[in-house]
């Protein structure tokens, strides 16, 4: 009977305790405002306990700073940071850096940043945990997005023999 309560102790602390993020992201770009949002949703899934703000604050918990590189709000928010984001020149290019218990999502332009935080979501969901040290550099080959060739239309024409 000890053993079974000692076991719902512990069960209950587990859950009891969740970890403290919080998320800051600059509010005036609708991207970095989605990922963050996205972001959330996944920790919150997982079992953190997370809140947002648009400016960072020292915390006990985790802190993930969402923003554009050159950006006031980033100048602002990661003034503290030494992150090197000279090689972060590719459009829609993000990073992804830990820094003292803070996690840095830097994006080349907005959609590099909405990358950013979406990367961070994927790994969290496949993990189901916020990684204690991430270093990601990551940008497309191509920046051209579009329709799939051939996925268009389901059949051929008639009399051809190719999509077109």
């Given at each position: 009977m000890k053993y079974l309560q000692l076991l719902f102790l512990c069960f209950y602390v587990s859950f009891a305790?969740?970890?403290?993020?919080?998320?800051?992201?600059?509010?005036?770009?609708?991207?970095?405002?989605f990922g963050a949002e996205k972001l959330s949703?996944?920790?919150?899934?997982?079992?953190?306990?997370?809140?947002?703000?648009?400016?960072f604050k020292k915390s006990k918990?985790?802190?993930?700073?969402?923003?554009?590189?050159?950006?006031?709000?980033?100048?602002?928010?990661a003034k503290s940071a030494k992150i090197d984001d000279s090689k972060l020149t590719k459009k829609e290019g993000f990073l992804i850096r830990t820094q003292n218990n803070i996690i840095y999502?830097?994006?080349?332009?907005?959609?590099?940043?909405?990358?950013?935080?979406?990367?961070?979501?994927?790994r969290i969901k496949s993990s189901g945990q916020l990684p204690l040290e991430i270093n990601i550099d990551d940008s497309p080959e191509m920046v051209l997005r579009g329709t799939c060739i051939g996925m268009q239309k389901p059949v051929y024409l008639p009399g051809r023999d190719v999509y077109e």
């Open positions: 305790s969740a970890q403290n993020i919080t998320i800051v992201s600059d509010l005036s770009s609708p991207r970095a405002k949703e996944t920790l919150t899934a997982k079992g953190f306990s997370v809140t947002s703000s648009d400016k918990g985790k802190v993930i700073v969402i923003g554009e590189k050159g950006t006031d709000f980033w100048k602002q928010n999502i830097e994006g080349t332009d907005a959609s590099g940043t909405l990358y950013g935080a979406l990367e961070l979501a994927d």
